[in-house]
Antibody
Framework: EVQLVESGGGLVQPGGSLRLSCAVS????????MSWVRQAPGKGLEWVSV????????YYADSVKGRFTISRDNSKNTMYLQMNSLRAEDTAVYYC???????????????WGQGTMVTVSS | EIVLTQSPGTLSLSPGERATLSCRAS???????LAWYQQKPGQAPRLLIY???YRATGIPDRFSGSGSGTDFTLTISRLEPEDFAVYYC?????????FGQGTKVEIK
């Protein structure tokens, strides 16, 4: 069974940092692009970032570029999102998602984790 | 950035009725790289349709997608009680990947 389990969320002050993790199982992790998608309370979905299977290609939403860094460790079947200079508007549930089609980053997301809540507040 | 505009914002229908949801892009979505997701309260989204018209694994055939270029449609042929939810379109052909703002399908 394919599983994605996020961790690392919590309460952080504005300007602070947090690192999210997404541990996966049930598929060949290195074959698939992975992505982070977030959802502010009561709002719609916002794509945050995507990383290729090898980790060699990464893309970001303008709202997080320069502050967030996506990475992966294929030996640990884990993806990360390092979030720096956090702002109140980064408050959201952060979902880890798996690309449906192997190799490419141009893919829909067929498996989603349960999400981890990040709250940025003083 | 490709902006996706979904309409209507809310669709009020009865079980058994047909639902037609629209997603319009501000620019051509390359290679029909467009997906539809369903989200119920307190749950993660679920992939319904990818590449505009292909049903994801396990999705009932009452869900269908169509369109190309800048205009895409999700159709639910006959609404079941479990279909009342929020639906999002998303393009994954260019960066940044973007989502529409969502259409809520509610019970009339």
């Amino acid at each position: 069974e394919v599983q994605l389990v996020e961790s690392g969320g919590g309460l952080v002050q504005p300007g602070g940092s947090l690192r999210l993790s997404c541990a996966v199982s049930g598929f060949t992790f290195s074959n698939y692009a992975m992505s982070w998608v977030r959802q502010a309370p009561g709002k719609g979905l916002e794509w945050v970032s995507v990383i290729s299977g090898s980790g060699g290609s990464t893309y970001y939403a303008d709202s997080v570029k320069g502050r967030f860094t996506i990475s992966r460790d294929n030996s640990k079947n884990t993806m990360y999102l390092q979030m720096n200079s956090l702002r109140a508007e980064d408050t959201a549930v952060y979902y880890c998602t798996k690309g449906k089609v192997p190799v490419t980053t141009n893919t829909a997301f067929d498996i989603w984790g349960q999400g981890t809540m990040v709250t940025v507040s003083s | 950035e490709i902006v996706l505009t979904q309409s209507p914002g809310t669709l009020s229908l009865s079980p058994g009725e047909r639902a037609t949801l629209s997603c319009r892009a501000s620019q051509t979505v390359s290679n029909t790289y467009l997906a539809w997701y369903q989200q119920k309260p307190g749950q993660a989204p679920r992939l319904l349709i990818y590449s505009a018209s292909y049903r994801a694994t396990g999705i009932p055939d009452r869900f269908s997608g169509s369109g190309s270029g800048t205009d895409f449609t999700l159709t639910i042929s006959r609404l079941e009680p479990e279909d009342f939810a929020v639906y999002y379109c998303q393009q994954f052909g260019s960066s940044p990947r973007t989502f529409g703002q969502g259409t809520k399908v509610e019970i009339k």
